[in-house]
């Protein structure tokens, strides 16, 4: 099975920061990786796939790279929207895998 | 628009059986392989079990292999996940999720909560 770690797994910023969340994988998964973004109560709403392709509807301010095993997600300013926990997802091979979370808090 | 909605969740006893339902909308559902994804409470996100259009691919998770059964009926745009042998640890919020057209999970459901105590 692929893993798939992210770091860090809480992170303390505040509005206007700049963030990036780095997702490595066990082994090479390509450019299969996507990113999602999770409020609490909410389903996951997907952001970044392909690793670096921005969603339709998703602000600019998110980015994604990386290929093989590792990748970063970027957010250039941060909105008070943004204070969510990011998860990464390998879609290259069964079984599918996530990263564990990265939750993102206000400073 | 897209939309899906689970239903069928609950309150279960450990040993007992549960069916998902996911009902979809706004899209050609045969079309697009299907998703469940479960996140127990605090924790992060785990898949299940996917299966494709036309039900040829099927892939579970070894968490719940043998125990669970994905299926789809393409006739009335319906995803499901029959649960059996239920387990403590399957205690989650059930999403289901379909699969966009480049490797990525686009729409998912408002998820059902899915709760195993004796």
């Known amino acids: 099975d692929i893993q798939l770690t992210q770091s860090p797994s809480f992170l303390s910023a505040s509005v206007g920061d700049r963030v990036t969340i780095t997702c490595r994988a066990s082994q090479g998964i390509s450019s299969y990786l996507a990113w999602y973004q999770q409020k609490p109560g909410k389903a996951p709403k997907l952001l970044i796939y392909a690793a670096s392709t921005l969603q339709s509807g998703v602000p600019s301010r998110f980015s994604g790279s990386g290929s093989g095993t590792e990748f970063t997600l970027t957010i250039s300013s941060l909105q008070p929207e943004d204070f969510a926990t990011y998860y990464c997802?390998?879609?290259?091979?069964?079984?599918?895998?996530f990263g564990q979370g990265t939750r993102l808090e206000i400073k | 628009e897209v939309q899906l909605v689970e239903s069928g969740g609950g309150l279960v006893k450990p040993g007992g059986s549960l069916r998902l339902s996911c009902a979809a909308s706004?899209?050609?559902?045969?079309?697009?392989?299907m998703n469940w994804v479960r996140q127990a409470p605090g924790k992060g996100l785990e898949w299940v079990s996917s299966?494709?259009?036309?039900?040829?691919?099927?892939y579970y998770a070894d968490s719940v292999k043998g125990r669970f059964t994905i299926s789809r009926d393409n006739a009335k745009n319906s995803l499901y996940l029959q649960m059996n042998s239920l387990r403590d640890e399957d205690t989650a919020v059930y999403y289901c999720a379909k699969r966009g057209d480049g490797y990525n999970y686009e729409y998912w459901g408002q998820g059902t909560l899915v709760t195993v105590s004796s």
């Open positions: 706004g899209f050609t559902f045969s079309s697009y392989s």
């Open positions: 299966i494709s259009g036309s039900s040829y691919h099927i």
């Open positions: 997802q390998q879609l290259n091979s069964y079984p599918i895998t």
